[in-house]
């Protein structure tokens, strides 16, 4: 058995070792599922799908011969992790939730760091977040308080409190936006183990898994084989000063956890986790339905550090693949009668150094010169104001940014014209919005796909959390401008490569059917209500609910 599975498989030999009889087909009058699983793979693109979908044998198989909606829509502009995730299990857009970016700016906070992480708790006195794409991030309490609506769990759990709402992660900030503001147990990976809320403490059956993973994160663990549908894809890309991608098999050296997050490794110890939490809890095996969240984090991270169309991505398709398989098959033979859905926070794209050599001539990376701080500086001296401190900020070089406050009234008015037009007139730029006109549009309807860029704007908006005027990008246009161990690829743009992911839905004895017909996220939470006997009402939703029966009958009655 290949390292990937040596966690996930001592948890179901250890765990479920007096395991019963695999579930009965579906009837016509089946009853409620007693567990909901709903799978998050961060980064996992609706075309990684289609690329790889012939070669799934293991869970991603059994998914995509379930209820597939290939065009699963993140409909929103700012197609981010938190965003993301912000809309699976709430049924509303990520402006709607709160959750406009990752990070964002708040220049009344009492700190000198004016960057707020979507996953934190700012009013805390003496913390601060730092950079998300650092390796050591601020001393911040992960918190869902900026979360503004209750997820699918939190809704259960008030009409059926013996249900339990359980949340597992690679990541905080998607264990927190599925999981809500009070789960039943939440748990997400920090330096080499998993960890929780503050105030609260890892479960024995947690403790131990953390254990267990400690013994072994830090021992050189071999490459992977390569599949025979990877041998094409392993071709070494050159990028930055002298670095490369593309041919590496994750192999690590002895002392290697700091890159074990970037392997397939890692979500092997999430199902793992997972795993363990639905033993210890009896997740599903109450008189009530229960629900657990599982963030997949790997894809992800193996996307920012290798890119999609490497070796390394292949492999991790084929990994991820194998490791659903098994716990679906660890469910199974616990008789619980579940139901699956797996979709994404975002979709990504590849290193415009392998682009610019696979038909895309004119992928490039971000001019170094657009940023905040560049394009304020050069304003200040402009305009005579002093640059004593900055008069415009912003995250990156795309998305939100925001002029001073400090400013005059008069001040911010000529700041914000003289940004606004300079950065609209860059040719990297497809449009700048003015906050004003965002504002004034209504909340888009219809098919996503054909979505306004004002419109996929709106849809990430909140009042009192964007900017006052929000830059996109052109297409194949990478927003990082330097490359760096880790860090070669992205996502965030409204296009529809960072916007479509596959919606999957499973359960034993479910119609298989496939739609290709764009559908949302915010449809999945009242999909998976309308199975469990949560129903949120229309003006709760920016979404619907899809009938997966595949039959006459219909889910959503």
């Not at 960072?498 to 919606?503: A, G, H, K, T």
Request: proline share 5%; aromatic share 8%.
């Amino acid at each position: 058995m290949q390292k990937l599975n040596l966690v996930t498989a001592l948890a179901a030999s250890i765990l479920f070792s007096g395991a019963a009889n695999a579930q009965d087909d579906v009837g016509e009058d089946k009853a409620q599922p007693k567990l909901v699983v709903a799978i998050s793979v961060d980064q996992f693109s609706a075309n990684l799908f289609a690329e790889y979908r012939s070669s799934f044998t293991g869970g991603l198989k059994r998914l995509a011969n379930g209820v597939v909606f290939p065009s699963g829509y993140q409909s929103h502009a700012a197609t981010e992790t938190c965003p993301g995730h912000s809309t699976i299990m709430t049924g509303v857009h990520s402006g709607r939730a709160g959750i406009i970016a990752n990070n964002w700016i708040d220049l009344s906070i009492d700190r000198e760091d004016k960057t707020v992480y979507c996953a934190e708790d700012e009013r805390i006195a003496g913390t601060s977040f730092g950079d998300i794409t650092a390796a050591t991030q601020g001393d911040y309490i992960a918190s869902a308080w900026h979360l503004l609506v209750p997820t699918l769990g939190e809704r259960l759990k008030k009409i059926s409190p013996e249900s339990r709402n359980v949340a597992v992660a690679g990541k905080d900030r998607a264990a927190l936006m599925m999981g809500g503001q009070q789960p039943d147990a939440i748990y997400w990976w920090k330096d080499k183990g998993f960890t929780t809320l503050q105030g609260r403490k890892v479960s024995p059956a947690m403790a131990a898994l953390n254990e267990s993973i400690g013994s072994t994160i830090d021992k050189a663990r071999p490459a992977y084989p390569v599949p025979a549908q990877c041998i094409a894809h392993s071709a070494k890309i050159m990028h930055g000063d002298g670095q490369s991608v593309g041919d590496y098999a994750f192999q690590r050296p002895e002392g290697g956890a700091s890159i074990y997050r970037g392997s397939p490794d890692f979500d092997g110890s999430v199902i793992a986790a997972a795993t363990a939490v639905i033993k210890e809890m009896q997740l599903g095996k109450g008189a009530a339905t229960d629900v657990i969240s599982v963030g997949l984090s790997a894809t992800d991270y193996i996307g920012h550090a290798f890119g999609t169309e490497g070796l390394e991505m292949c492999i991790q398709m084929e990994q991820l693949d194998r490791s659903l398989g098994q716990f679906f098959e660890i469910l199974d033979r616990e008789a619980i009668d579940y139901v699956v859905m797996l979709t994404a926070d975002h979709g990504g794209l590849d290193l415009p150094e392998r682009m610019s050599l696979q038909g895309v001539p004119a992928a490039q990376r971000v001019d170094p010169a657009l940023n905040a701080k560049t394009i304020g500086k050069a304003l200040a001296r402009d305009l005579g104001i002093s640059d004593d401190k900055p008069v415009l900020y912003a995250d990156g070089p795309f998305g939100d940014y925001y002029v001073s406050r400090d400013l005059s009234e008069e001040q911010r008015k000529r700041v914000k014209d003289g940004a606004m037009a300079p950065i609209a007139a860059h040719n990297q730029v497809e449009a700048v919005l003015d906050r004003e006109d965002i504002l004034s549009a209504s909340v888009p309807s219809g098919s996503p796909e054909e979505w306004t860029l004002l419109e996929r704007a709106r849809a990430s908006f909140h009042p009192d959390r964007s900017g006052d005027f929000i830059v996109l990008l052109k297409k194949a246009v990478t927003p990082i401008a330097t490359t760096g161990r880790g860090y070669v690829a992205t996502h965030g743009s409204p296009w529809d490569y960072d916007r479509r992911v596959p919606i999957l839905f499973w359960r034993d004895g479910l119609q298989h059917f496939e739609q290709p017909l764009p559908v949302m996220t915010v449809d999945i939470a009242p999909t998976l209500g309308a199975l469990i006997g949560v129903d949120i009402a229309a003006e709760e939703t920016d979404g619907k609910c899809l009938d997966i029966d595949g039959g006459p009958a219909n889910s959503c009655d």
